[in-house]
């Protein structure tokens, strides 16, 4: 019964690759978010998605391309790996504005 | 421009002592304000809303608009409170554009 759920759990890549994260939502909610957690622990959007249009783009590298299939999906793909991309990448959902819903995090570590 | 500071990186409190964790913004429109919570290397989740005036694990939150304020206070910490704790501010209505602020760290000891 996992509302929002994220594939890998765990990622470590070299620099230079590029590499995907997956974001499913099972709440039927109609936006989707991408956030970074760096290793202070703060917390950035990155992209939100709502009905499958891109509403917010926050300044981030272009080698982060969100795609969102259809509303219950929301991907991030990754280009060109840096040292610095490393840091914990959560998708989040939400219904016409109301409480968003965190998934459980992708650890991704950049060698 | 939106923006929230939790001025708190880290706070330690004694179990059964009484707990608050600072908020403060800054937002022109009406704002709408939430509490989120992350435990150990888990996911975020949302803990307060202040439209809803709840009390959630025994944490409240009150809106002062004239302190521009949104502090969470807990009367008597538990050792499981121990967490990062987020507040976050959004246009009123709507929680499309959430900004976090940095975050604090609270560590209960027993």
């Known amino acids: 019964d996992t509302a929002v759920s994220q594939t890998p759990k765990y990622l470590v890549t070299q620099m230079g690759n590029d590499k995907s994260i997956k974001c499913e939502q099972n709440?039927?909610?109609?936006?989707m978010y991408w956030y970074k957690q760096d290793s202070k622990k703060f917390l950035k959007i990155m992209f939100s998605?709502?009905?499958?249009?891109?509403?917010i783009n926050e300044t981030v590298p272009n080698r982060f391309s969100p795609k969102s299939p259809d509303k219950a999906h929301l991907n991030l793909h990754i280009n060109s790996l840096e040292l610095g991309d490393s840091a914990v990448y959560f998708c989040a959902s939400s219904q016409s504005g109301k409480s968003q819903y965190f998934g459980p995090g992708t650890r991704l570590t950049v060698l | 421009a939106q923006r929230v500071t939790q001025p708190e990186k880290l706070l330690s409190v004694f179990k059964g002592a009484p707990v608050e964790l600072k908020c403060n913004y800054s937002?022109?429109?009406?704002?709408?304000l939430f509490w989120y919570v992350q435990y150990s290397r888990q996911r975020l989740q949302l803990l307060l809303r202040h439209i809803s005036r709840e009390s959630i694990k025994g944490f409240t939150a009150d809106l002062n608009k004239g302190e521009t304020s949104f502090h969470l206070k807990k009367p008597f910490a538990q050792e499981e409170d121990s967490a990062m704790y987020y507040c976050?501010?959004?246009?009123?209505?709507?929680?499309?554009?959430?900004?976090f602020g940095s975050g604090t760290q609270l560590t209960v000891l027993p």
């Open positions: 937002y022109s429109g009406s704002p709408e």
């Open positions: 998605y709502n009905n499958k249009e891109l509403i």
């Open positions: 709440l039927g909610h109609d936006t």
């Open positions: 976050a501010l959004g246009p009123s209505g709507s929680a499309r554009q959430l900004t």
